[in-house]
């Protein structure tokens, strides 16, 4: 991928999430994270999240690292969209 797509990605989106799943019933949008970058992957004999593998200063990394701060991914609730997958994004 180029500089440009990496820097466009929309990383975060919402859906409307499952009864089961909101405690709330007037908070049924929640966010949710593209999976692909927090994927673990093994390369160069190192395994963690794909995002790691760009560099320190890449905008992209700098932004899943703050995802990571705030949230974590719930992958029991996913969405599918043009055959990427998002994750549930849970406040800490």
Not at 56 to 80: G, P, Q, W
Request: charged share 40%; with cysteine.
């Amino acid at each position: 991928m180029s500089k440009e797509k990496i820097q466009k990605i929309d990383l975060i989106k919402s859906y409307d999430v499952s009864e089961e799943y909101v405690i709330d019933s007037s908070k049924r949008r929640r966010e949710f994270v593209m999976r692909y970058w927090f994927d673990e992957v093994n390369f160069q004999h190192e395994t963690k999240p794909r995002f790691k593998f760009l560099s320190e200063n890449s905008e992209l990394r700098k932004r899943c690292e703050l995802i990571l701060k705030t949230h974590s991914l719930d992958n029991r609730n996913v969405r599918f969209e043009e055959s990427l997958v998002f994750v549930l994004l849970i406040s800490k």
